[in-house]
């Protein structure tokens, strides 16, 4: 039997509220309202919490723990992920994959940490002007982070799916190397995109939100900021209202928070549609601009072995190989793989009818390798735009211009390379035209006939980064380098919204540290206040 | 509407015995509607839109191609409207290709009904 920590913490008298049971509106009142329990708001709250605070988290998602992880994939995505993991980029040609839970995504992602890379601090600071972002002042923010949240090199064999990725590239003479991860006694399952049902994830969900709970934290859960209220250049509270689940309407009754100060952590399309919805000042048109994603193609190999890809911590090895060009110049990718589950791999796989079933029936021996694009940093990359939709429900719009689909090109022959070399059988790049091919040649000729054009290629992304860009110059970004919004006094905001480029690597770790930091200065400035 | 398309998305990947590939279908349609209600409330509204799209004889011939309402179409015709949809240069007609189909095969490949024609064992017991 596995112990529940949520379950436990419940019966010990953590305060929590279910705002979409509430039968009346509520009124509440705290130091500090923090909007998100992901990787920004997980670190706040526990910081803030434990400098004598009184917290109020604010989180859409339902409060599920373990016993509710049963490793099924519909289950978890209806429950634990933005619009039953579909949500998708204004045009459709972009699926998204975001958490919506206590916890956020590092609930439901699959561990992969990396602190910042040197060259995209080096950028922010030589391009953008950051001048606190250097590789030196985070270290400690980093060790802390990697230290709270058992941070440390896969030790285990990887599984075959990752392996490929690591054979291939060593055939081949390209770099690789082994992910560090953020898992305790980890059972080498392969479900975490399902919510980890060991504990082992060392998720906001199992460490800083029971953390702030145990200070006295209050969480409200399936509540959904629909506004703060701002007077003047000050937030005066922040309003909820229930929301039961993915695609409901939200509650009548509000829940209304007062406090001194707010933290904005909802994301990446969250934090900006907050913002947006409250017509927040933003005089100089920054808000939801130079959004980006990472966007993300993706390749099938058949092997000769079975592959099992859906069992196995399922991403332990990577390629930087090419990411290792200028900044400046055609994009670079990064190569990881992804787990295989029947859900996903049904739903990504192209086309319909035997040609589907055919590639399906073969689902063991599926080997999946996708590349992320970096992009923000070339002025053909200059991110997407979040939205409001009539409703008031934000959006992204996100064009895919053709430096970025030169860089998918690229990337569909990089990764069918790199399989070929690991010894696939055959390699079906993730497009509505690929046939699939037997030979590198072959699947070189074929990619280089595709047609890259939205929703032709599927383009995927679990990355959403910027959109509330930090900066030192309030014409060009929405907070400072301290979290702290250029025209309104009590709004921070700590999550992955405050990057100005993508991070060219998955971004917990940097979030994680950025947020410490910043949370750290907040807290002090309160206490003193 | 989805109990004609099922069949055609999922073709020789639904159990053979007639009986059991009937079940499949009603099982897929019911999951499908609960996929569909979990999107956001602008998407469930599009997909909302294109079934009465395709239910308006007008509309389904100019958009679909389809003579017959899509339960009297025959299976071939329902593949070839998928696939003109498939390689159509309308963002309309390609969104909703794939809504259609990858929420029939995300509702089916999330049976265990499913699996074993895949190879895929299921998740560990983890004896709790």
Redesign the interface.
Known sequence: ??PDPIRAGLASGWKTIDAATLTRDTELEADVVVVGSGAGGGVTAEILAQAGLRVAIVEEGPFAGSTEF?????EAY?NLYQ??A???TS??AITILQGRCVGGSTTVNWTASFRTPKRTLAYWKDSLGLATMDEASLAPWFARMEERLSIAPWSLAPNRNNDALRVGCEKLGFSSAIMRRNVKACLN?G?CGMGC??NAKQSMLVTTIPAALDKGAILLHRARVTRLVVEGTRIESCVAHGIE???A?PSIHRVRIRARHFVLAAGGIGSPGILLRSEAPDPYDQLGRRTFLHPTVISGALMRE?VEA??GAPQSTYSDHFLEAALDGPAGFKLEVAPAH??L???VLP????E???W??R??HLQVTIALIRDGFHPESAGGRVVL???L?P?LDYPMTPYLWDAARRAFLAMAQVQFAAGAQAVKPVH?QARGADSWEAARTQIEALAMQ???ARVVSAHVMGGCAMGGDARSSVVNELGRHHQVENLSIHDGSVFPTSLGANPQLSIYAIAARMASGLAAGLRHS | MVRAIAPVVLASALPADAAAKDRAIAAVAASFDRGVSGLAVSVQKEISDLFTFLDFAPTRVAFAGLWAPVAESTPEEIAAFLSRWRASRFELQQASYQALTQLIQASWYDMPESWGAIAYPGPPALGR
């Not at chain 1, 049963?70 to 519909?74: A, G, K, N, P, T």
């Open positions: 039997m596995i049963r490793m099924r994939e519909r209806e619009e039953n579909g949500r998708q045009d459709h399952l479900y049902p060991a689940r993915n695609g309407a079975p859906f069992y029947p859900v791999v049904g739903g086309g319909f009818g035997d589907h079933a055919r399906m029936s689902f063991d939709r009539g409703d429900t959006v509505e939205p929703r032709i």
